[in-house]
């Protein structure tokens, strides 16, 4: 363990957080873009190129998402006692090595493989751990550096989904990957090692009474994680399949890029007016409309087949996903305080990332049943208005005050 692992009494300095902030907003934008939206853009090269089936090409990707979830919650855990030091220096090596065991796979069995690895890397490197960090290295003024944070890494799939596809025009899928390895390890490598060394302050005494084991079966934390997994599964199935849909409309791979590219976008614009929203919206009632916007905008892509409307929806709907994004990095916080954050946080977003993993799945498996991916879009923005409805029950007994507003 490393000295800047130990729990300190003392907090950084201003410099050290803007360093961190700094650090985190490139390593989150690199590995967002490398590890996870380069996938949909290759997806349908990997499957041509190599024989294998779609389905099966998808699954291993899933496996990444899936091995990231059962690692989250470990991770947390580790977070709240030593800071994210060794956790992301550790999982930013094993990225790019992991992304080259990809590039190699001479079958589909050692292709899941290596997925397998790169979800490990991604359950230490992505979103859950740099909320942690930011969230008790800023304390009070945590919502700030997350809004940054998730507005710069918002940019990764503006700028990697069309940087992929520029990559595989001129070469094959194993030589953009390797790559793209080797951007993740130029970038995170050092800026983890290096950018991360900051004292780990003590964990806040402000929280609710119960220990987080109680909280997470409390039933408000149980509506929360569900509400969150279906609204999660009917968003980020349009990632992977919105290119499916587009292609299904005679819509090019080219354009579709630029589509999925331009909802990375629409995520910036969606976390710019996000400390407002706090202000004047309550957690619950902001958790509802967030959720109804999940389920409008996803119908919506199944209802337009032009391609105007169709890229216009893609920027609205990431505009929502965006939103959805800080929603979930505050909602812990908002409800029962930081204190134990990591490892509420990391429970919370088990059932997030299983629901991410499965939702790419589900979605081609109902456009099969459905016979097309616009009914299929249909049917999961259906799940997107439950995952509204639950939210009305994420209120704790015991809402936590001082938040600027009320927990309803």
Do not use: K
Request: proline fraction near 6%; include cysteine.
């Amino acid at each position: 363990m490393s000295d800047a692992d130990t729990v300190q009494p003392d907090s950084p300095t201003d410099a050290g957080l803007r360093r961190v902030l700094i650090t985190l907003c490139l390593t989150q934008i690199t590995s967002w873009g490398v590890l996870y939206y380069a996938f949909p853009v290759l997806s349908i090269q990997i499957s041509a190129q190599t024989g294998w089936s779609q389905p099966s090409v998808t699954a291993a990707f899933t496996g990444a998402l899936l091995t990231s979830a059962v690692l989250g919650i470990w991770v947390g855990r580790r977070l709240d006692r030593h800071g994210p030091h060794s956790i992301m220096s550790v999982g930013s090596v094993l990225g790019p090595v992991a992304l080259c065991a990809v590039a190699l796979a001479p079958n589909p069995v050692c292709f899941v493989a290596a997925w397998i690895a790169v979800g490990v890397a991604m359950g230490a490197v992505l979103y859950p751990p740099a909320f942690a960090a930011l969230t008790r290295w800023y304390g009070p003024r945590h919502v700030g550096a997350l809004t940054i944070l998730t507005l710069v890494a918002g940019l990764a799939s503006t700028v990697f989904a069309p940087l992929t596809a520029m990559l595989s025009d001129h070469l094959d899928w194993r030589t953009t990957y390797f790559v793209l390895a080797s951007v993740l390890a130029a970038v995170t490598v050092p800026a983890h090692v290096f950018g991360l060394r900051q004292p780990w302050p003590p964990a806040p005494d402000r929280h609710l009474v119960e220990s987080p084991t109680r909280t997470a079966r409390s039933r408000a934390f149980v509506m929360l994680t569900l509400s969150f997994a279906l609204a999660t599964c009917a968003s980020y199935a349009i990632i992977v399949n919105l290119i499916p849909l587009m292609a299904e409309s005679g819509i090019s791979t080219g354009v579709a890029a630029v589509a999925l590219g331009l909802g990375g976008a629409g995520q910036v614009l969606g976390r710019l007016g996000y400390r407002t929203l706090v202000r004047r919206v309550g957690v619950r009632a902001r958790t509802v409309l967030i959720f109804a916007g999940v389920a409008v905008t996803t119908a919506l892509l199944g209802v337009f087949t032009s391609p105007t409307a169709l890229i216009a929806v893609a920027v609205v709907a990431g505009f929502v996903r965006g939103v959805m994004t800080l929603l979930q990095a505050t909602a812990v916080t908002e409800r029962w305080g930081a204190t134990h954050y990591g490892h509420l946080s990391g429970i919370l977003s088990a059932p997030i990332a299983l629901s991410t993993a499965m939702g790419p799945w589900i979605g081609a498996a109902l456009a099969s049943a459905l016979n097309g991916y616009a009914p299929m879009f249909l049917v999961l923005g259906g799940v997107g208005v439950l995952a509204a409805l639950i939210a009305l029950a994420t209120r704790p007994r015991t809402p936590l005050a001082g938040n600027g507003v009320e927990a309803g």
